[in-house]
């Protein structure tokens, strides 16, 4: 039986997947309601002005979970170690559920990372897969969704600053391949997990969409940007001194790495509208590579 028309409670609203998340449920008729510390913000005001229900809380504060909860058929559950830290995101997540189980709900979707069911040792994977255990361990009707690494990390603070100045830096060798993700097809997966609910209770699906080594990723910038791009690699002591947790993360990706099946994946799933990362690339604005000081 197909999830339609329902009223789903999507926190981290105003974040990368979860805002994707609740853009995508609103365009297919769904009441969404968008979880939110601060409902007066620009993007929980532009998620209202589409129809979005908003509700103040935070993982936190288990009185207003709860409130947002009740009512809702489904829960849309993203945490983050990059705000608080990791043993925060295990116990923000796991009271995030706990609330869930108390009101009850017909479909919990939790956002983990691929792979960390694997025992990697990575700190921000395993932080996630302690919610997954919890959750597993309860009579919860849940499906857990697992992304790789983002496309959109191109962005991010830690790695926007080297494209530009013409270097895409990563702590891999050159041909080492890693899998990838754009936001906007995690947001079109979780879409269709809740609008297929019966066919994906109670399973753990890790999903990518590309797969290119650092030199590949480095030459579709260069040719989508119309900038010169160059891989890096970053010596694995000098990303240590930085981040143990992206070392360690870093490590496993050359050693072990992310074991999506791509193809099958996609051949599955077509409706998901798979990028690959050139094609996404090709739809970014780089004028923002015209700032290097």
Same mark, same amino acid.
């Given at each position: 039986?197909?999830?339609?028309?329902?009223?789903?409670?999507?926190?981290?609203?105003?974040?990368?997947?979860?805002?994707?998340?609740?853009?995508?449920?609103?365009?297919?008729?769904?009441?969404?309601?968008?979880?939110?510390?601060?409902?007066?913000?620009?993007?929980?005001?532009?998620?209202?002005?589409?129809?979005?229900?908003?509700?103040?809380?935070?993982?936190?504060?288990?009185?207003?979970?709860?409130? =947002?909860? #009740?009512?809702?058929? !489904? +829960?849309? /559950?993203?945490?983050?170690?990059?705000?608080?830290?990791? $043993? *925060?995101?295990?116990?923000?997540?796991?009271? =995030?559920? #706990?609330?869930?189980? !108390? +009101?009850? /709900?017909?479909?919990?979707?939790?956002?983990?990372?691929? $792979? *960390?069911?694997?025992?990697?040792?990575?700190?921000?994977? #395993?932080?996630?897969?302690? +919610?997954?255990?919890?959750?597993?361990?309860?009579?919860?009707?849940?499906?857990?969704?697992?992304?790789?690494?983002?496309?959109?990390?191109?962005?991010?603070?830690?790695?926007?600053?080297?494209?530009?100045?013409?270097?895409?830096?990563?702590?891999?060798?050159?041909?080492?391949?890693?899998?990838?993700?754009?936001?906007?097809?995690?947001?079109?997966?979780?879409?269709?997990?809740?609008?297929?609910?019966?066919?994906?209770?109670?399973?753990?699906?890790?999903?990518?969409?590309?797969?290119?080594?650092?030199?590949?990723?480095?030459?579709?910038?260069?040719?989508?940007?119309?900038?010169?791009?160059?891989?890096?690699?970053?010596?694995?002591?000098?990303?240590?001194?930085?981040?143990?947790?992206?070392?360690?993360?870093?490590?496993?990706?050359?050693?072990?790495?992310?074991?999506?099946?791509?193809?099958?994946?996609?051949?599955?799933?077509?409706?998901?509208?798979?990028?690959?990362?050139?094609?996404?690339?090709?739809?970014?604005?780089?004028?923002?590579?015209?700032?290097?000081?």
């Amino acid at each position: 039986m197909e999830c339609t028309m329902s009223t789903i409670l999507v926190t981290g609203a105003t974040g990368q997947q979860g805002g994707t998340l609740a853009r995508v449920l609103l365009d297919h008729g769904h009441t969404v309601r968008a979880l939110t510390r601060n409902g007066d913000s620009q993007a929980a005001t532009q998620l209202k002005k589409l129809g979005a229900d908003i509700f103040e809380g935070n993982f936190d504060d288990s009185d207003s979970l709860k409130r =947002a909860i #009740d009512g809702s058929d !489904a +829960v849309y /559950v993203v945490s983050t170690p990059f705000e608080d830290g990791i $043993d *925060a995101e295990t116990r923000q997540g796991i009271a =995030a559920v #706990d609330a869930v189980n !108390a +009101v009850g /709900v017909n479909h919990l979707v939790y956002s983990s990372v691929s $792979d *960390a069911d694997r025992k990697t040792g990575i700190p921000h994977f #395993d932080s996630k897969f302690k +919610v997954e255990q919890h959750i597993q361990s309860l009579n919860l009707p849940y499906t857990i969704v697992a992304p790789v690494y983002f496309f959109e990390n191109m962005f991010a603070p830690f790695m926007l600053p080297g494209l530009q100045q013409g270097t895409l830096a990563l702590g891999l060798p050159h041909d080492r391949k890693l899998q990838s993700i754009a936001v906007a097809n995690i947001g079109n997966f979780l879409s269709l997990v809740f609008e297929k609910r019966d066919e994906f209770i109670g399973r753990r699906v890790n999903i990518a969409s590309d797969e290119l080594t650092g030199e590949e990723y480095a030459a579709a910038l260069s040719r989508t940007s119309g900038k010169s791009i160059a891989y890096f690699q970053i010596p694995i002591e000098q990303v240590r001194e930085q981040s143990e947790d992206f070392a360690l993360m870093y490590e496993w990706f050359d050693r072990v790495g992310y074991t999506v099946d791509i193809s099958s994946l996609h051949r599955d799933y077509p409706e998901v509208g798979w990028m690959r990362f050139e094609d996404w690339a090709q739809g970014r604005d780089w004028k923002v590579l015209d700032r290097a000081s």
